[in-house]
């Protein structure tokens, strides 16, 4: 059969793995994509450009020229209007297409999902095992038995739902990323994005994670499953062989988990693929052997959420046990190893008090990372957050439909009236002074206190603290940003030129054409995992 997978703004991991079963069970598979500009629904919103660049007809017209049997959507909360409205156009254009819904936002609220009636099968949680089946239930034209982790509709109306069963424990069995899939669209060899495992330890209330974990109806397995280092390391020559790579960013929740498996792992790319890399950890699992490790394999930055700095209220209300020492520690090991680290930090979190952002203001002159990202608290459906903002009046029942709908899940940049505007004001305050610490003389960090910005409306200060951003980045010859202003030309110049009927060059440059095997040899996986555990 023609499957066709529908993304937005940016590569996704799913989408990729997807792909990969799809051709392994024999399908042919394409991609109708939108760069999504001026409103990637992640980092850029400007509503004034965005309808000047807008590219749904352009989506549109590549699934009428594919003409799929299949179409899969995998949205995010951010992204469900867009696809519930391009799966709708393509259902009256292509009557017969099977359309598939699954991802994140899908496992939320997935009656609210099967409501439309354009809409056939559904996922819910982890697909690797249910997309083969619910393709090859398509391709036999077969009612079924009810398929593991998928609901769908009979011609009759009637909704048959399997069973929610436990998640993929060896993920040595799943191919590797189908990263072909992406190569007209996406600048691979610029930061080239895998992971070596999947889920989370820990269970924050803010997090997808925080139900996603709870979705088998029998606990089977472990939630935390990791790539074994043959898996990983098949994945990677691949992709250096393909691509000239510039950058390699693992997405795995927390790269650094398993200490001995990283040991491992590390060696073999230090003395194979010798990329430079970032990653996502967390502060109790870095120590002074991780630091060692992750610089000489080459890791320049690593990302870490911290979100608060108040020990109590992050334990007692978002389920994080971290402690104010133990990002002192983080901080002081990455400095010694000339890592840059990276912290995430959160505005608006239910019932903490703003005098917790004056406590990280005074962590943070005292001792800066290299760079803080600053985020309003989102609402997203299924989670622990939604119960907490219920029960304090921040957001009603009425938003938390609109939020199941994905029409809106960042109330703090919006008129609700249950929000303390005063309180807002303070928040993009201090989203400027944390923006500015890291980049200023130790002198200067100490003076920037709130007062120096309380005469300025609020609407100016969210333009200041954006502005900021850009600048430093740009001027700091930040990768991120870098990167994203080099993806953003591309797409712009790619738009303009197809307006006037030149076809741009893909994003990727392959430099090596030969096939991209998506199934890993056994023997080399045996062979390689005595090899790593040898090396402990």
Not at 20 to 36: D, N
Request: hydrophobic fraction near 40%; include cysteine; charge should be positive.
């Amino acid at each position: 059969m023609r499957i066709t997978f529908v993304a937005l703004g940016m590569e996704q991991m799913g989408v990729s793995l997807l792909s990969a079963i799809a051709k392994r069970e024999g399908h042919k598979v394409s991609l109708a994509f939108s760069p999504a500009l001026f409103n990637d629904r992640s980092h850029l919103n400007v509503p004034f450009l965005a309808p000047f660049f807008d590219d749904r007809r352009d989506v549109m017209e590549v699934i009428r020229k594919q003409m799929p049997d299949v179409l899969v959507f995998s949205p995010l909360t951010a992204t469900y209007q867009w696809m519930l409205r391009v799966a709708e156009e393509a259902k009256k254009i292509l009557p017969a297409v099977k359309v598939l819904f699954g991802g994140v936002h899908t496992s939320a609220v997935p009656d609210r999902v099967l409501e439309r009636p354009y809409i056939d099968y559904i996922c819910v949680g982890e697909g690797d095992v249910a997309f083969a089946m619910i393709l090859r239930s398509i391709e036999r034209a077969e009612a079924g038995a009810p398929i593991p982790n998928t609901r769908y509709r009979r011609k009759d109306g009637r909704i048959i739902a399997g069973p929610q069963t436990g998640f993929v424990q060896n993920l040595d069995a799943l191919p590797i990323f189908d990263k072909t899939l992406w190569e007209e669209h996406i600048p691979l060899g610029d930061s080239y994005i895998t992971m070596t495992a999947r889920g989370c330890p820990y269970r924050c209330t803010f997090c997808f994670n925080n139900f996603f974990a709870q979705l088998p109806q029998e606990s089977v397995g472990k939630y935390v499953r990791r790539r074994s280092v043959g898996h990983m390391m098949y994945e990677l020559r691949l992709a250096k062989r393909r691509y000239k790579l510039n950058m390699i960013e693992f997405f795995d929740d927390v790269f650094t988990l398993d200490k001995k498996w990283l040991k491992g792992f590390l060696d073999y790319y230090r003395n194979e693929i010798a990329v430079p890399f970032q990653c996502f950890t967390h502060v109790n699992y870095v120590d002074e052997d991780i630091g060692r490790w992750l610089s000489e394999a080459g890791c320049f930055s690593t990302q870490i959420g911290v979100q608060s700095l108040d020990d109590e209220y992050k334990r007692k209300q978002v389920q994080r046990h971290e402690r104010v020492c133990d990002i002192e520690r983080t901080i002081k090991v990455m400095k010694k190893y000339k890592i840059r680290v990276k912290f995430d930090h959160m505005f608006a979190l239910p019932g903490e008090n703003i005098e917790a952002q004056e406590t990280a203001r005074r962590f943070y002159a005292a001792l800066p990372p290299d760079n803080i990202q600053t985020y309003w608290t989102n609402y997203f459906p299924g989670t622990e957050l939604i119960q907490q903002g219920l029960a304090q009046g921040l957001i009603t029942e009425e938003d938390v439909a609109r939020i199941n709908e994905g029409l809106d899940c960042d109330i703090y940049s919006h008129s609700n009236c249950n929000v303390d505007r005063g309180k807002i004001k303070a928040y993009h305050i201090y989203q400027i002074i944390f923006k500015l610490i890291p980049h200023v003389p130790p002198a200067i960090r100490q003076r920037l206190h709130p007062r120096l910005f309380a005469w300025l409306p609020a609407r100016v200060c969210a333009w200041i603290s954006l502005l900021a951003d850009i600048f430093i980045g740009l001027i700091k010859f930040s990768p991120d940003h870098i990167l994203y202003a080099r993806y953003y030309l591309y797409h712009i110049r790619r738009f303009l030129l197809k307006r006037l009927g030149i076809r741009a060059r893909p994003a990727t440059r392959v430099t090596d054409t030969r096939p991209w095997a998506i199934d890993v040899p056994q023997a080399s996986l045996v062979k390689e995992e005595i090899c790593a555990a040898g090396s402990m």
